[in-house]
DNA sequence: CCCTGATTCGC
DNA sequence: GCGAATCAGG
């Protein structure tokens, strides 16, 4: 989609209301992503805002080193390539301990709350408000879709000429009670 | 995991 | 000029 002067407008409007990359995304409709966002609103020169990386702090973690370009506006972004490891340093290098994702003897099925729910989660009940173990289906959503494939299936079903759809009654929707 | 903004770079 | 991919921090 084009930047018309409308768009933009809503994008600077926007960011320097203190809006995010997304939420402007999102007002601005599909097609647009937080990046397109982002991306336009630096060309704009609009810029500045906190952002959460920036403050990072310094510090002169190795040194020695060298950076030849230490002109960097910001995070310098590194080709894993050209890096070449400092010989002298690192005298004890552990082989990154992978994060086992260790499921022990008790773990909990962890259901999926009220609280849990986001964009991308599958927002299927399952069971009824108010009882103990009332939960949300929790398993990926399907993209811009607010339930997994298995829900959208049975949530969007095709409208059926009536007549067609007077016998096979609807299947048993989460929360209906007989 | 989710999120944030920043930067790069092929198109 | 555009924005996906990627980075880096919360």
Same mark, same amino acid.
């Given at each position: &989609?084009?930047?018309?002067?409308?768009?933009?407008?809503?994008?600077?409007?926007?960011?320097?209301?203190?809006k995010?990359?997304?939420q402007?995304a999102?007002?601005?409709?599909e097609?647009?992503?937080?990046? %397109?966002?982002?991306?336009?609103?630096h060309? /704009?020169?609009? #810029?500045? *805002?906190? $952002?959460?990386v920036?403050?990072?702090e310094?510090?002169? =973690?190795?040194?020695?080193?060298?950076?030849?370009?230490?002109? $960097?506006?910001?995070?310098? *972004?590194?080709?894993?390539?050209?890096?070449?490891a400092? =010989?002298?340093? %690192?005298p004890?290098?552990?082989?990154?301990?992978r994060?086992?994702?260790?499921? =022990?003897?008790?773990?909990?099925? %962890?259901?999926?709350? /009220? /609280?849990?729910? $986001?964009?991308?989660?599958?927002k299927?009940?399952?069971?009824?408000?108010?009882e103990?173990d009332?939960?949300?289906?929790g #398993?990926?959503?399907k993209?811009s879709f607010?339930?997994?494939?298995?829900h959208? /299936?049975?949530?969007y #079903?095709? #409208?059926l000429?009536?007549?067609d759809?007077?016998?096979?009654?609807?299947?048993m &929707?989460p929360?209906? *009670?007989?």
């Open positions: &989609m084009a930047w018309t002067d409308e768009r933009i407008e809503t994008l600077r409007k926007g960011w320097e209301g203190g995010t990359a997304s402007i999102e007002e601005l409709g097609g647009v992503s937080r990046n %397109a966002v982002i991306g336009k609103a060309r /704009l020169g609009l #810029q500045a *805002r906190p $952002s959460p920036k403050g990072g310094g510090e002169a =973690v190795e040194a020695v080193a060298a950076a030849p370009a230490a002109k $960097s506006p910001a995070a310098p *972004r590194a080709k894993p390539e050209a890096v070449e400092p =010989v002298l340093a %690192a004890v290098e552990k082989p990154a301990p994060r086992a994702t260790k499921v =022990v003897a008790n773990s909990k099925p %962890a259901k999926t709350t /009220l /609280l849990d729910l $986001s964009e991308r989660v599958c299927w009940p399952i069971g009824h408000p108010g103990p009332f939960h949300f289906c #398993q990926p959503s993209p607010p339930y997994c494939e298995e959208c /299936l049975v949530a #079903q095709a #409208q000429p009536r007549r759809r007077s016998r096979p009654p609807p299947p &929707m929360g209906m *009670r007989r």
